[in-house]
């Protein structure tokens, strides 16, 4: 569906059904560079079990206008936005990677908007090598193929996708492709600034679920373990062999995780 946030004309996907205020409702972050089709499996279960999703497309990501916001803070206030757009009084954030982060502020930052957290692919610090940043910003195709190789688990370079015919690698390549020249910058840059993980996790009072793969090599699971350890009434799941892109290379398990 369409929404106006801002100004700006925003895709949101629902999962297959119209969204419905009055149910739960959960909002599902994507990653640096990505869009809303990293949702595709999760947002039609949810959609279908008795929640009402919200899977956007930042701005200036995919389907969406506007320009990509510059911080995770910026972010953050944008989905509180989001809800007000849609109505919707609080939502269940479930954020991967740069997504993760904007969920874990928006709750520090609007703890009523939120009534619980799932951190998937997540860590206090996302420190982006300087020569990603530099790719990035140059627009260079090695950027796509960096964030492609690193985000990816061992298995899923050699096939094993659930899907046949499709090839994992090139899945992923093929979205960070579609982004608009700047946009993976952007993002990556916010991610590399960030510095209130910490401070926010401290602080939050919803249940809360960190997801690791344990072979990320991007977020590695030390990480996430060690961000999971900071946040209260908390608990941690790890993925076995699992790197960094696990809506993709262990969508079931990643989905009974959420579930519970």
Known sequence: MQLSVNGNDVFVATGGKPFDPSLPAVVMIHGAGFDHSTWALHSRWFAHHGY??????????????????????????????????????????????????ISLETAARHPARVSGLSL????????????????????????????SIWGLGFKAELGGSLAPGLWMHSGAQRVLQNCRPGVL?????????????????????????????????????????????AVPNSRTVILPGAGHMMMAERPDELLEALKN
């Open 52 to 101: 009402s999703v919200l899977a956007p497309d930042l701005p200036g990501h995919g389907r969406s206008g506007g320009k990509p916001l510059p911080t995770i803070p910026d972010m953050a206030d944008w989905i509180a936005a989001l809800l007000d757009a849609a109505k919707a009084p609080k939502a269940r954030l479930v954020g991967h990677s740069m997504g993760s982060l």
């Open 185 to 229: 910058f952007n993002d990556l840059a916010a991610c590399n600034a960030y510095q209130n993980a910490l401070t926010a996790a401290a602080g939050i009072a919803v249940p809360t679920t960190v997801i690791v793969g344990e072979r990320d090599m991007m977020t590695p699971a030390k990480a996430g373990k060690a961000l999971a350890s």
């Open 120 to 147: 998937i692919g997540t860590a206090a610090t996302m420190t982006v090598g300087p020569d990603l940043l530099k790719a990035a910003e140059a627009n260079d195709p090695a950027a796509i193929d960096m964030v």
